[in-house]
């Protein structure tokens, strides 16, 4: 890639692999699905480096009042829910941490 691009600026910080491109029913590259997937990739990243918490579900959404929005379900403990919030607080989008409901 370095010999290919030129300018450093212009050159990608990491390539993913996607299993499916979302298209929308025109066959269009759908970007809203690919950011979901790009943010959802990025906090079990961020998740997975902290250790511990690499068993939470994690889920994205484009939101029309709330922009796009991570879900990080699965966490049972009240301290470990404030820790991923303020970890996953210096992301651009809007996280919601919600606690592991047990069925009776």
Do not use: N, Y
Not at 36 to 65: C, F, K, N, Y
Not at 74 to 92: E, F, K, W, Y
């Amino acid at each position: 890639m370095a010999e290919h691009v030129t300018e450093p600026p212009a050159r990608p910080k990491s390539i993913e692999l996607v299993d499916e491109i979302p298209l929308t029913p025109v066959g269009k590259i759908f970007k809203p699905r690919l950011r979901e997937i790009a943010a959802e990739h990025a906090v079990r990243q961020m998740l997975a480096a902290r250790g511990g918490w690499e068993s939470l579900t994690v889920r994205s959404a484009t939101d029309p009042e709330r922009g796009l929005v991570v879900r990080v379900d699965g966490c049972g403990d009240v301290a470990d829910r404030t820790a991923i919030r303020q970890l996953l607080g210096q992301l651009p989008l809007t996280v919601d941490v919600v606690e592991t409901i047990q069925a009776a």
